[in-house]
């Protein structure tokens, strides 16, 4: 894994979060334990893949509440809830809300590690993936309002020299624009231009 993950660890009995802590750091994974919902929520969150290891019944703020109020501010950890209280019902529940898998204590730790390491790789391959979107649109936002009017026509399939009278600008200030467009957004020819262009709408 190249991105620097985290697993997170949400149970109100210490007994669980440190013997969570010490099989997830035995292999290697940095983890990071609350004793209550609100105490993560309140904690500096690292923006970068991850996995959530979740309790149940907590007091205050309890695991399906912090589900629902995680996607509300569009955090997308993977969630894996683990509890003494499973029920078929809030299985369904959970899942259904997004959940990616739910286990029941006591937990075979092997089963579970394996697990999470299953989503710290499909966290990260998502997160990896939004980063180069994101480097996408951050190029061509770079494009000034001008550049964007060239790119649109020459998109539209218009040549340099109706490019330049349909913007009352000269051939060569034309050439120098896609010069530019090319330089900011990193790709080498129209097509891909195009790409970058629909990726950003």
């Not at 970068?48 to 950890?77: F, H, K, N, Y």
């Not at 340099?160 to 009352?168: C, S, T, V, Y």
Request: with cysteine.
């Amino acid at each position: 894994m190249q991105a620097k993950v985290m697993v997170y660890v949400v149970d109100d009995d210490e007994a669980v979060r440190d013997s969570l802590a010490f099989l997830f750091g035995a292999a290697g994974l940095p983890v990071r334990t609350f004793a209550t919902a609100e105490d993560f929520l309140s904690a500096a969150f690292q923006a970068g893949p991850g996995c959530l290891v979740l309790d149940v019944r907590m007091p205050g703020m309890d695991g399906p509440q912090l589900q629902a109020e995680l996607s509300r501010r569009g955090i997308t950890l993977p969630v894996v809830f683990l509890t003494a209280h499973g029920t078929i019902p809030l299985t369904v529940k959970t899942i259904q809300a997004g959940a990616a898998d739910f286990f029941t204590k006591p937990v075979d730790g092997q089963c579970l590690l394996e697990r999470v390491q299953d989503l710290l790789h499909a966290s990260v391959a998502a997160w990896e993936a939004g980063a180069e979107s994101r480097a996408l649109r951050e190029r061509f936002a770079a494009l000034t309002e001008r550049e964007r009017e060239v790119l649109a026509l020459a998109l539209a399939g218009h040549a340099n020299k109706d490019i330049a009278r349909r913007l009352g600008i000269s051939f060569r200030t034309v050439e120098h624009h896609r010069s530019r467009i090319l330089m900011k957004t990193g790709v080498d020819n129209l097509l891909k231009l195009a790409r970058l262009a629909d990726a950003c709408r």
